[in-house]
């Protein structure tokens, strides 16, 4: 049975979050949640629709999540650099993630957050004084072109090489933003760059978090830097990670199995992801999928069209709400300490994954005679 989720209401499900267990979990989710009726699924709308205080001036309910979730801690000018293999280094304030590699030429910068913003040249300074080697960026792969993750590419010299998509150089000059240098080198599919005896392969592979967004991999290093699809050790945040194309989201997990890699860069949070996390992300969204297609074919929408007679966009909204929150439920409670913030994401993602079913995809579209 569904649980009621409003954080105001007198009943409350569980939303703590425990520590991701690895554990694979490849069963569907339980079929027997669809036999709720539509007035309970109304009632976890809440979890859908946004937290609640529970009284005036009183902050939301906060999950309790523990500390393997996080990552290591940052340091007292708030980063954490650290080795991934080899003279290959990531950066992360806890949020957001970049990498950089140190190479004789000197250093390969990949993404510029600015969140993390000048604490990426003090954590290449970091590096480059214990080990000897040059701290000077040469180079600069955008993984995007969006803000959040190269919105502090300008803190670089104006004359290092910059790297990108093709889309992400078309971007970047239309959205004429100086902090945000456009690319000068581009590519269309795939590019191989050698740079002071490293090879770093890049490749495009459908538009997907956005439309220029870049598989990385750093074959000599054992990586892959991934951004914005895979949040190891946490749910999708927002709708899917805020994904432009649904379809390429869900299948840019599945692309990035077939490299051979060991270590995973998403971009987010403080921890570094493995196959597992990668695995564990594609078996939650095609856990999304199953049960969204299950709620579509279950979910009566009879009853919001009565209920709000001629004001259909007011009934297509409770109905697309109450479908999405059936559809959510049975794949929060399989996801409740596997995931991190399962719970508070899931409705969201939910809801676009199902609406890319319905528009993407065609399901249930039917033609009048």
């Not at 590096?127 to 040469?138: E, G």
């Not at 760059?193 to 956005?210: C, F, K, T, V, Y």
């Not at 914005?228 to 840019?252: F, K, Q, R, S, T």
Request: hydrophobic share 35%; with cysteine.
């Amino acid at each position: 049975m569904l649980e009621p989720q409003l954080r105001g209401g007198s009943r409350l499900r569980d939303s703590r979050i425990r520590t991701p267990r690895r554990k694979r979990h490849d069963h569907p989710v339980d079929s027997g949640s669809y036999r709720a009726s539509a007035a309970q699924a109304e009632r976890t709308i809440g979890a859908f629709a946004g937290a609640h205080p529970t009284h005036a001036g009183a902050p939301p309910d906060r999950a309790q999540i523990r500390d393997p979730a996080f990552g290591p801690a940052v340091n007292e000018r708030g980063y954490f650099v650290g080795r991934v293999e080899g003279n290959l280094y990531r950066v992360t304030d806890g949020t957001y993630q970049s990498a950089f590699l140190t190479t004789c030429d000197g250093v390969v910068l990949f993404d510029a957050p600015p969140s993390t913003g000048h604490n990426i040249q003090r954590a290449i300074n970091e590096i480059a004084t214990a080990n000897d080697v040059s701290n000077t960026v040469t180079h600069l792969v955008y993984s995007h072109h969006h803000a959040d993750h190269v919105g502090a590419s300008s803190l670089f010299a104006r004359n290092i090489t910059r790297i990108g998509h093709e889309e992400t150089r078309k971007l970047l000059l239309r959205d004429d933003d100086p902090a945000r240098p456009a690319p000068e080198e581009t590519f269309r599919d795939r590019r191989t760059l050698d740079i002071g005896g490293e090879r770093i392969e890049l490749a495009w592979h459908g538009p997907n978090h956005s439309p220029d967004n870049i598989f990385i991999h750093l074959p000599d290093h054992a990586a892959l830097i991934l951004v914005d699809i895979v949040n190891p050790g946490w749910a999708a945040v927002c709708h899917g990670n805020l994904a432009d194309d649904v379809p390429g989201y869900i299948e840019a997990a599945d692309t990035a199995l077939t490299y051979p890699w060991k270590h995973f860069i998403g971009g987010h949070m403080g921890q570094l992801g493995t196959r597992e996390d990668v695995a564990t992300h594609r078996q939650y969204m095609a856990d999304i999928a199953d049960s969204s297609r299950k709620a579509l074919d279950t979910v009566d929408p009879a009853p919001h069209f009565v209920a709000h007679g001629e004001n259909t966009w007011a009934a297509m909204t409770a109905y697309l709400d109450v479908t999405a929150a059936v559809a959510a439920a049975p794949v929060i409670e399989k996801y409740a300490g596997v995931l991190a913030a399962a719970d508070a994401s899931t409705p969201r993602t939910t809801f676009q994954i199902m609406r890319s079913i319905l528009l993407d995809r065609g399901y249930g579209s039917k033609v009048h005679p």
